[in-house]
């Protein structure tokens, strides 16, 4: 992605001061309150003994904090105290990703998670965050429990069915997809929330809750779209920056377009490195012979449903098992297209797909999640065919990807349509961002790279393979700044790295940066077996 300019450049010093100034201080009407209980929020079923230390509220922020005389906006918060808290350290701002995830239920799945590392080796500095640190959730704005305060992208127009891009090119499919990612933008550009739903405001959000709680500082935890989002944050307010941690990257130094554009080549190598090279390694438990390229042929080789169903998910394209069983399906399908679903499970429970009897379980278990898949495909970009009218999540998500950053035009995206159905067969051909090419306000210009880089707190995690947010922009980001550190867990393929219980490396480099400030080297490398 193109390096991009500080987003307001041309305006005096004396200006930004008070711009900046107005922006973030609470306003007398627009201030936390506090519930006095979390009902209705995602948290229930999760550790009673956090629960009970959760305070759930409602934070009314300024529409647009640059112009707060506009009106407001409720956001969801919710904290988890410090267990101990008299010996109170600080807090813990956190964001899950999406963009359009809900942060509010991800505060506690994280507290829950910290305080069962704990009770584990070398579990010291889990057992700090737990007992001295608050932490914070907070609802993107646009979404949470004020229906007043929801985004909902909606119009007349309808949203016709389509076929798998990467697997139908022909004209009607190509003008069904031009015309679903128009319908898209427009139900959504249309809104009148939609101008102040982006990143750029979410991170002032931030910056107001900051000072309405009195945190000298904002510690920071944030996981794919919430790196994007600290960078924004650490780019507008680095001198409020905490302890930041900011785990599997979208590359803040360029645009949603390019984060949409590498995910497929990633994809193929991860089917390259964890299905038809591993597959290749142990050619008599995996059955598929012993050449990595053959393998690789075999997906190219399946019945286009199939195809589709298998690039679908990530856990399915990275594993051999479903491999496998696409393989068999696809075969079975195309001698008997007959075959119901019950007579398909009955040859897969009597099949022998590997002498290996775990592997042979794994996968007769995929090929169960295969069939259905296949069977009942997700539609174009989990829109439903119909009149437009989206969840405030997807929402959320489909706004901030188009006014955070500039699109290419239709035919930018046709074509890279037609590139990718031919060159990358399992990471296909659909595009988060596509719907931008149909957007008609203007962008933001981007991370505020200059200020961003006074920051010299962050630390970025990330795994060596990644499908949703690839090394390669990790990389790019890490890169624009000489003062962050990088944790780098080699050899494996995960999207959110942290605390996934792949490596005590990685669980103690990022516990201890949390909980004592102390930071890894320049690039610390981590596997899995550590």
């Not at 267990?83 to 991800?106: M, Y």
């Not at 203007?442 to 962050?458: C, F, M, N, R, T």
């Amino acid at each position: 992605m193109v390096k991009q300019q500080a987003i307001v450049a041309s305006i005096g010093a004396a200006v930004l001061l008070v711009v900046s100034a107005c922006a973030t201080r609470p306003q007398p009407e627009q201030a936390i309150r506090w519930l006095p209980d979390c009902e209705g929020r995602p948290i229930s079923g999760l550790d009673p003994e956090v629960v009970s230390r959760t305070q759930c509220g409602i934070a009314t922020v300024p529409l647009d904090h640059l112009k707060p005389r506009l009106g407001n906006l409720k956001l969801d918060i919710t904290r988890v105290a410090a267990l101990e808290p008299q010996k109170r350290a600080g807090a813990l701002f956190t964001n899950p990703g999406g963009p359009g995830a809900d942060g509010s239920g991800f505060a506690v799945v994280l507290a829950s998670l910290w305080k069962s590392y704990a009770d584990m080796p070398d579990g010291e500095a889990y057992q700090h965050l737990t007992n001295t640190y608050d932490i914070i959730g907070i609802t993107p704005r646009g979404l949470g429990s004020a229906p007043d305060s929801q985004l909902v992208c909606q119009s007349d127009e309808i949203v016709v069915a389509q076929n798998d891009i990467a697997e139908d090119r022909s004209a009607a499919n190509i003008e069904a997809i031009r015309h679903n990612a128009g319908v898209l933008a427009r139900g959504c550009a249309s809104q009148r929330m939609a101008p102040y739903i982006n990143t750029e405001q979410t991170a002032r959000d931030m910056e107001f809750v900051r000072i309405a709680l009195k945190e000298p500082t904002l510690n920071y935890f944030g996981n794919s779209y919430g790196t994007w989002l600290g960078a924004w944050y650490a780019g507008l307010f680095p001198e409020h920056v905490g302890r930041m941690v900011l785990d599997s990257n979208t590359d803040w130094t360029s645009t949603f377009q390019n984060a949409s554009l590498i995910q497929a080549p990633e994809k193929e190598r991860i089917f390259t490195r964890f299905v038809a090279q591993r597959a290749a390694e142990n050619p008599k438990a995996y059955q598929m012979g012993n050449d990595p390229r053959a393998i690789g042929e075999i997906f190219t080789g399946l019945l286009p449903q199939v195809r589709v169903a298998l690039r679908s998910d990530s856990e399915f394209y990275s594993s051999i098992e479903y491999l496998m069983a696409a393989r068999a399906l696809s075969d079975w399908l195309r001698r008997s297209p007959e075959l119901k679903d019950v007579q398909l499970h009955k040859k897969a429970s009597a099949y022998r797909f590997s002498p290996d009897p775990d592997i042979n379980q794994q996968v007769q278990r995929a090929f169960t999640q295969l069939l259905s898949v296949t069977r009942n495909p997700a539609p174009w970009n989990d829109i439903a065919p119909g009149p437009l009218k989206l969840s405030p999540a997807v929402s959320v998500r489909s706004t901030v990807l188009c006014n955070d950053s500039p699109a290419a035009n239709d035919a930018f995206w046709t074509e890279k349509e037609n590139q990718y159905a031919a060159r990358y067969p399992v990471g296909g051909s659909f595009f988060q961002a596509r719907h931008c090419a149909g957007w008609r306000a203007k962008p933001l210009a981007g991370v505020p790279l200059g200020k961003l880089a006074q920051a010299d707190s962050i630390v970025m995690v990330q795994a060596e393979y990644d499908g949703q947010t690839p090394a390669s922009g990790a990389f790019n980001a890490f890169r624009s700044l000489p003062n962050t550190r990088l944790v780098l867990l080699k050899g494996v393929h995960q999207h959110g790295v942290s605390f996934a219980d792949l490596s005590a490396c990685v669980n103690r480099n990022v516990g201890e940066y949390l909980a004592y400030g102390r930071k890894p080297d320049r690039i610390a490398t981590c596997f899995a077996s550590d």
